[in-house]
């Protein structure tokens, strides 16, 4: 068992006792709250008290998270001395290098893109070996060699030059495909090297960087460096410091223990889990207690509210200051801090959030891609609405001009597509009465007003039309931002800021990069990675509150942590190495690799649990419709402690703080309606509130004119052109080949019948006019083998209502449950074991779409339409009904399957049947399934009747799209007085 010396600066260290003679002073310690109080005294101490003399000291440690509690530490020391104390520099390797002059990696990191962009077009065989068939491929391709090239540069050519950097990755390569490489991936090796080299030939970031920390270790600028070492280093860290400490004093403090926060059994369970925590000490004084708790939640709103609760209680507890939530998920994590932002709770937001997910950054890319394509009323006024564009206009006058936009738009005939036909129909179309009114009151001109605004639309894109390099592009976009008004919301928004910056940058292009032309729609792929790979933080206030990934949790102490996410995709990350450089390679060469990062990933979390009293994990047991997994890592943790369960997310009403609406309900035991049909009662049991506003309230949304094609108007054209073909065809009959060609003609006719008429009013239509003749033979050759089994269509698009009542304590509600069944077929059929000829239908449901999701929901007991459509048959009739499913479409002819597929039929033919399999002799499954949802429709309808309030239950996810949103106001916070 290691010992590790407590006093961490010793004062009979021997300087001469290092680790493999390694040239610096080695110090063994344990990172406890004692660490960075003495640090500073050490550093103190080597300075003899005198203030000056601490310009000569620098402390590198390994990650910028570290900087505020060394801080921390050095003001509290300050304080001590009552004093001038001037704290010394502190900073990363990387800002270090670029202090002394290396380049800045990040902002050359688009013209490089533009460089090799052009290289591929001056040599498109490289661009063809690499995949760039086409010119929109290159942006693409160009990042990945940069991003292979920088990887490879700053691993193997650290100390080298690049002849030995080359010879150790052919080396690598050869030993890996050996056996197996043919002369494909020998050629795409030599296309990697050659790319490789040609990147450091023209002294690429990462060279300069190298090159200025080769100037470091020759010139050694400061005398003695405090190394923070908490993890493994690098090849090039390695490298580095080993160089420097031959000219310099290097202090190295090597963290390879941890002090323990929490309770001797949390302890030890952590040891039984998980082996790496063998590097966790015992508390220096006796823990009492100590928490950590798994939670499950159904629903990411359910995490993310139950998350907020809790922060909010930890606040009230006076005994807990620093509170860490660990962003493991993104989308968790930004509901969360909307949450608590609304509750008043400041946040320190470490986690940094993505430019791209900004309102600046949909303000000018919702708005440019209306001058990349066409000009369609949805996205046209979505842009327009946006609160940046026209933010220089007072309020009141961008409401009524879009009021007059929204009108003109619903009166649109044809649909408006260019920004001329946008500019002729607002000069043809008056303003209304009322609106002219209000516009006359705030004197502002409406039609004019909407007049100018088309006609710089119209004058943009017409200059816009021919290609500009990156500076020229940047100048065009600030000119566009200063016509819409989006110039002056940017200047005081914190990520508006960022993306001027950025423009700035590009306006300052070097010479090279300037050469090269850009369309559009490629300065608008160039800007879209830049703000992908950018992060900003909204603002800076108490730490008392830290959002931040686990990383950033190395070497700080907290008094409660929640770990938000932490599933199996989230805890490890799931991401892979991928491409040329795989496992195999990355291991030969010593470039880490995705295990490396899990390794790192777990001694955080292991840590973070270590000194941690009070700490709760959490994750969503549904993810984008499917079961989600809780971490590996967490599920050894159970299983040491001996559980199989972890407890579930409950958020009951009456615990919740009041300044919290959790979610949206209402009682509508008055207003119950009397009618209920099976779309109706699938939304009534996705979110009970949606179904209120729809079916009580009867809220809908006015749709503006669109010639797109909804799935369900393509659906609805198939069933009345196969409800039309089984009424007019022939009476079946044994299959010849007239017949079979008389059928084809007919539906063939049925569909030119159908479509052209649409097709006449909508272009779109002659795709789907296209799709539906592919169609043809494979249904027949379907309706076939169902009339070769005896059925034949008894009725097409039949409406199907049938009354039910509700059994309440002292009276009987009527319930009228409704539906059309796209078809319902007989047959007379021979019972098989008394021989006795039966009558049997089925109900069949067309589907245009694929039918996986149906068949996982049946398969679930998930599905509610068919066994909705069982119940709407009375009991005599609903003991014929032998088979209910739904039936799909396919080009390819339909094939017989060796082997019957459980609710998938006998045949290729996309299907999905309720019952398990066609030749059961009974239909046991559909009464189940029928019977199952009449008594949950008859208990849903009781807890309305008896004044149950209806719940805005949806996701988050499916809530942004939600027509009814804004009535629901799910989340919404109201600020107590005490607030």
Not at 307 to 312: D, E, L, M, S
Not at 595 to 613: C, E, F, G, R, S
Not at 906 to 927: E, G, R
């Amino acid at each position: 068992m290691l010992v590790f010396t407590l006093d961490l600066f010793a004062e009979d260290f021997d300087a001469s006792t290092t680790a493999d003679h390694a040239p610096w002073i080695q110090h063994d310690c344990m990172f406890d709250a004692d660490f960075w109080p003495d640090v500073v005294n050490k550093i103190w101490q080597s300075t003899a008290g005198d203030v000056r003399s601490l310009s000569a000291h620098l402390v590198v440690v390994p990650d910028a998270s570290m900087y505020m509690p060394f801080q921390a530490a050095w003001a509290a020391h300050a304080q001590s001395l009552q004093g001038p104390c001037i704290m010394p520099r502190m900073m990363t390797l990387l800002d270090w290098a670029k202090s002394a002059g290396a380049s800045d990696i990040d902002m050359q990191y688009t013209e490089r893109v533009l460089n090799w962009m052009t290289q591929l077009r001056d040599t498109p065989q490289l661009a063809e070996w690499l995949g760039a068939t086409e010119d929109v491929h290159l942006f693409a391709v160009a990042r990945s060699l940069i991003d292979m090239s920088d990887e490879l540069s700053m691993h193997l050519l650290a100390g080298r030059d690049i002849d030995d950097g080359e010879a150790a990755l052919n080396a690598a390569v050869d030993h890996v495909f050996e056996m197996n490489a043919g002369v494909f991936a020998r050629q795409e090796l030599a296309v990697l090297l050659q790319c490789w080299r040609a990147d450091v030939n023209v002294s690429s970031p990462i060279l300069k960087y190298l090159q200025t920390l080769q100037q470091l270790i020759q010139q050694a600028p400061v005398p003695t460096v405090w190394l923070v070492r908490n993890k493994p280093w690098t090849q090039l860290e390695a490298w580095f410091w080993r160089a420097y400490a031959k000219a310099a004093r290097v202090e190295l403090l090597d963290i390879q223990a941890v002090r323990a926060r929490v309770d001797s059994n949390q302890l030890e369970q952590m040891r039984r889990a998980w082996s790496e925590a063998a590097r966790i000490v015992e508390p220096s004084m006796v823990i009492e207690t100590s928490h950590f708790d798994i939670r499950q939640a159904e629903h990411l709103e359910d995490e993310a509210q139950a998350i907020a609760r809790q922060v909010f209680e930890w606040r009230q507890d006076p005994l807990i200051k620093k509170i860490a939530l660990v962003a493991l998920d993104r989308q968790v994590s930004r509901r969360v801090w909307a949450l608590l932002a609304r509750l008043g709770v400041t946040i320190r937001d470490d986690t940094g959030w993505l430019l791209a997910t900004s309102r600046a950054a949909s303000s000018w890319r919702t708005g440019l891609a209306l001058w990349q394509g066409e000009v369609l009323a949805v996205e046209l006024l979505e842009w327009m609405s946006h609160p940046m564009v026209l933010a220089d206009w007072p309020a009141s006058h961008k409401r009524l001009l879009m009021r007059h936009m929204h009108a003109v738009a619903l009166a649109q005939k044809p649909l408006a597509r260019t920004w001329q036909a946008w500019l002729n129909l607002i000069s043809r179309q008056s303003v209304d009465e009322v609106l002219q009114i209000e516009a006359e009151a705030l004197q502002i001109d409406v039609r004019q007003a909407a007049i100018d605004l088309l006609g710089r639309a119209l004058n943009i894109q017409a200059a816009w039309r021919r290609t500009f390099n990156l500076p020229q592009w940047a100048a065009n976009i600030h000119q566009w931002a200063e016509h819409f008004g989006l110039f002056n919301a940017w200047q005081k928004d914190p990520a508006g800021q960022i993306w001027l910056r950025l423009l700035e940058k590009w306006r300052g292009a070097s010479e090279p990069s300037s050469k090269v032309q850009l369309d559009l729609s490629t300065f608008m792929r160039i800007a879209d990675s830049e703000v992908e790979a950018t992060t900003f933080r909204p603002h800076d206030v108490t730490d008392d509150v830290l959002l931040l990934p686990i990383g950033s949790t190395r070497m700080r102490y907290f008094d409660a942590v929640w770990l938000m996410g932490a599933d199996s995709t989230n805890l490890p990350n799931a991401k892979q190495d991928r491409g040329l450089l795989n496992m195999a390679v990355r291991m030969q060469l010593g470039l880490p690799t995705h295990l490396d990062q899990h390794a790192q990933t777990k001694a955080d979390l292991i840590d973070l649990l270590a000194t941690t009293p009070r700490a709760v994990a959490s994750y969503c047991t549904q993810k984008d419709g499917a079961p989600n997994a809780i971490s590996t890592w967490l599920a050894q943790w159970l299983r040491a402690g001996h559980a199989t369960t972890v407890k579930p997310i409950t958020l009951p009403l009456e615990t919740i703080t009041s300044d919290v609406h959790m979610r949206s309900q209402v009682n509508i035991a008055q207003h119950v309606p009397v009618e209920i049909s099976a779309s109706e009662l699938s939304q009534l049991t996705a979110c009970p509130y949606q179904y209120y506003a729809h079916q009580v309230l009867y809220v809908s949304s006015m749709e503006l004119p669109s010639d797109d094609i909804s799935a369900a108007d393509k659906g609805n054209a198939w069933h009345k052109i196969i409800a039309t073909f089984h009424k007019k065809r022939a009476l079946p009959h044994e299959s010849h080949e007239q017949s079979d060609a008389q059928d084809a003609v007919l539906l063939t006719q049925l569909i030119h019948d159908q479509l052209k008429p649409l097709c006449a009013q909508n272009a779109r239509y002659w795709a789907v006019h296209e799709l539906f003749l592919g169609y043809v033979d494979a249904y027949l050759v379907w309706w076939y083998d169902r009339e070769a089994d005896g059925w034949h269509v008894e009725h097409s698009e039949s409406w199907q209502p049938h009354a039910y009542e509700i059994t309440l304590k002292n009276e009987i509600k009527p319930l009228l449950w409704k539906g059309k069944i796209d078809q319902i077929d007989g047959r007379e059929h021979p019972d098989p074991v008394t021989g006795e000829i039966q009558y049997e239908r089925a109900i069949i449901d067309y589907k245009t779409g694929k039918l996986s999701t149906y068949i996982t929901n049946i398969k679930n007991d998930d599905d509610v339409q068919l066994a909705f459509y069982v119940n709407l048959f009375d009991d005599n009739d609903r003991a014929q009904i032998t088979q209910a499913g739904y039936v799909g479409v396919s080009s390819e002819p339909s094939k017989p399957l060796n082997k019957e597929k459980p609710h998938a039929g006998n045949s290729s033919y996309p299907q999905a049947w309720l019952n398990p399999s066609m030749t059961a002799p009974d239909n046991a499954a559909l009464q189940t399934a029928a019977t199952q949802l009449h008594a949950r429709v008859d208990g849903l309808f009781k807890r309305m009747h008896a004044g149950e309030e209806l719940q805005a239950m949806g996701e988050l996810t499916a809530c942004a799209w939600c027509e009814v949103r804004g009535l629901c106001r799910k989340g919404y916070v109201q600020t107590s007085k005490q607030n």
